[in-house]
């Protein structure tokens, strides 16, 4: 089957070579837009990552040329309009899970850089200053860490995080026994949460509900001096209070894998333009932020198990054989 597959990046290539061999892949490195839609013409079905477009106008476009079904090299799915894909036909499946330990990973190098300020540490010694004032940290032992969302990465970063021998704090619908037996989770409101937490790190989906769970009035609640982490995804939060937060002294650090606008930034080399964002300028001009563009999954073992899943989800779709990680309309409806 003939497939072609958006947004393909350099890193990327060799795992879905090596992984995907029956199929015919067509690797285009333009993102999937409602003006690029028609460069699917002639596949059956598309593979699409985390910044690419699949509203419903650019579902509606990519059925009109022939496509019927979407693989999506993701966890997340909020940038699919899944409503439409059902409407249309369009069957999607994602990649629940590839590596829940690299983006746990690279959320607590997030905490210890800001914490022990290790990017300003590295070029000031690379400047031959090996002065120390300024790089003042925390340790982390003893710190009560709120984890919103404790599903396959929070429970890895609440893991890791008792092993530094913090307290940890969760607040999610779903309570998981394991993680209170094991690492003396407290599950708690968010409210409480926000009050009793030094750090403050986000796993949730991005949905309706959790759009903007990090806005003004969850800041005023929180310590003074918290760090703030954010790798899943960016409309969690809001940016502009944050920097508020920032500017006020409230929020002592903020971290970030994720950025609401990233679509427009992130994975591109913009080295030679003009930033016209504006909100994230400002966030860059502080010295307690730390940003990295959505590389907390960009480990070899999380790339092949993405290139395996999705040669896995293209062949049960052309085998018509069920695929546990088919999504389902309905299912998203659920709590
Ligand atoms: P998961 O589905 O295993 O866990 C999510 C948890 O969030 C669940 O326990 C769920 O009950 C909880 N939750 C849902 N709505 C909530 C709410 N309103 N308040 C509190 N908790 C809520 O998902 P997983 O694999 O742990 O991924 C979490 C997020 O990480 C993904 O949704 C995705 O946005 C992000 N991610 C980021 C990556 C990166 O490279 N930066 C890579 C992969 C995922």
Known sequence: MKVTVFSTHKFEREFLNLAIQDHQLHLLETKLTLDTASLAAGSEAVSI???????????????????????LRSAGYNHVDL???????????????????AIAEHTVAIML????KLIKAHNRVRDLN??????????????????????KIGSKVIRILHGFGCRILAFDPYENKDLKNQYQV???????????????SLHLPLTKESKYLINEGSILQMKQGVMVINTSRG??????DVIQGLKTGKIGSFGIDVYEEEAELFFEDHSEDILQD?????????????????????TK????????????????????????????FEEVKKP
């Open 130 to 151: 090996f002065s120390l004032d300024g790089l003042v940290g925390f340790d982390m032992e003893g710190k009560t860490v709120g984890v919103i969302g404790t599903g």
């Open 186 to 200: 407290q599950y708690v409101d968010l409210d409480t949460l926000c009050k009793e937490s030094d750090i403050i």
């Open 301 to 328: 073992e999380a790339l092949t198990q993405i290139a395996a899943t999705t040669s896995y989800n293209l062949n049960c779709w052309e085998n018509l054989e069920n695929n546990p990680n088919e999504l389902v």
């Open 113 to 116: 850089g800001l914490n022990r």
């Open 235 to 240: 409309g969690l939060v809001n940016t502009v």
């Open 49 to 71: 990552f985390v910044n690419d477009d699949a509203s419903g106008p650019v579902l509606q476009k990519l059925k009109e040329v022939g496509v019927k079904f979407l693989a």
């Open 83 to 101: 409503q439409e894909a059902n409407h249309l036909g369009i069957k999607v499946a994602r990649v629940p899970e590839y590596s829940p330990a």
């Open 278 to 298: 504006d909100v994230i300028a400002r966030l860059m001009t502080f010295q307690n932020v730390l940003i990295t563009s959505h590389q907390a999954f960009l």
